[in-house]
């Protein structure tokens, strides 16, 4: 237990044993009084009626001195907090309407609502990823900023998970995180509570590769899980697949699970399949953010006051009840 004005306490304990010393003394003085006349003190109950009220009094002056030094105990409390990138697949693959009314437009509204759901001790970034991965809004605890952010979002160009992610860890470290060209893997630190959730279909074209992640995306997912960042995903589309046109091509398109779950595992995270949207909207409960154990000081005051006033009344009743006398 701490307290805010320990002064305080000196003082109310200083008063409480001066009147302390001042009922034995009275005691005393008035038992020799009684005794010199030749009066037995007690008849019964009186004997001791008197005292007992005062001792209760000065009881509750003492609870009363603990009270005002604004004593608070530290509880631990779990909540969450932290940072939280979203990451946006603006790819265009992602203007497909395998998901009603497309993936991007779904994925949109899952994460309007994943960034309404979260408390205001969380501070959200949004990373819209094409060709190198574009930074759309840093982490900020403004949350209408990153739905503002989310809601511009337009689907256009390539895709590169890799560097989704890369440009992720930088918004999180608020520093440029780069892979080596020798493929070294910088060391960033250690983030515990932040969580990029990447909302995705998966197709990556950064280095034409089909399925499985390939090796910088690989290799960026590794110094996500060194940094102790999970990296969450979330699957826009459908296994089946079908046609988009980008750039006045028809090209098919599928949601490529395994790429996702290989990103999502590396990290610690959790793939979140998303087919439809009913499922895309059920996101923002079905991701767990890690939750952050804080100290947190529980006022005592209340409590304290509230024995003093027990106190005090007690020795008021029994001063009154038993010695015919307010004082």
């Known amino acids: 237990m701490s307290l805010a004005d320990p002064a305080l306490l000196a003082v109310g304990l200083l008063v409480a044993a001066g009147l302390a010393w001042a009922a034995v003394v009275v005691g ?20 001791r009626a008197r005292p007992g009220g005062v001792w209760f009094t000065i009881a509750g002056v003492a609870v009363l001195a603990l009270a005002v030094a604004g004593p608070a105990a530290s509880v631990p409390v779990s909540h969450a907090s932290g940072t939280v990138i979203l990451a946006m697949d603006v790819s265009g693959s992602m203007a497909a309407t395998d998901v009603a009314p497309s993936r991007l437009a779904a994925a949109k509204q899952a ?16 990373v819209a990823f094409q060709q190198g991965g574009l930074e759309a809004a840093l982490p900020t ?34 520093k440029t995180v780069t892979i080596g060209r020798d ?21 990556d074209e950064a280095e034409g590769a089909g399925t499985g992640a390939d090796s910088g995306t690989d290799a960026a997912a590794s110094v996500a899980e060194k940094a102790g960042v999970h990296i969450d995903t979330v699957g826009v589309g459908t296994t089946t697949g079908t046609t988009v046109d980008v750039d006045g091509y028809h090209l098919f ?19 979140h399949p998303a087919s439809d949207a009913s499922e895309l909207d059920g996101i923002a409960s079905s991701i767990n953010l890690r939750l952050t ?18 106190l005090l009344a007690a020795g008021a009743v029994l001063t009154v009840t038993r010695s015919g006398r307010v004082v």
Not at 111 to 126: E, M, R, T
Not at 183 to 203: E, H, M
Not at 253 to 270: F, H, M, R, Y
Request: charged share 10%.
């Open 111 to 126: 994460a309007l609502s994943f960034i309404n759901a979260q408390p205001a001790s969380v501070d959200i970034g949004v």
């Open 183 to 203: 493929g070294s893997a910088p060391n960033i630190g250690y983030w515990p509570s932040a969580t990029i959730v990447l909302f995705s279909d998966g197709q």
């Open 253 to 271: 398109t599928a949601l490529d699970e395994a790429t996702l779950k290989s990103i999502s595992q590396a990290t610690g995270g959790t793939y």
């Open 28 to 47: 005393r003085r008035r038992a020799a009084a009684l005794a010199s006349a030749g009066v037995v003190a007690g008849g019964p109950g009186r004997g």
């Open 293 to 310: 154990v804080t100290n947190e000081p529980l006022p005592l005051a209340g409590a304290f006051i509230a024995l003093a006033l027990v």
């Open 141 to 174: 605890a403004d949350h209408a900023t990153v739905s503002a952010a989310v809601r511009r979002l337009t689907a256009g160009g390539g895709t590169s998970l890799g560097d989704a992610i890369l440009a992720s860890l930088s918004a999180i470290t608020h």
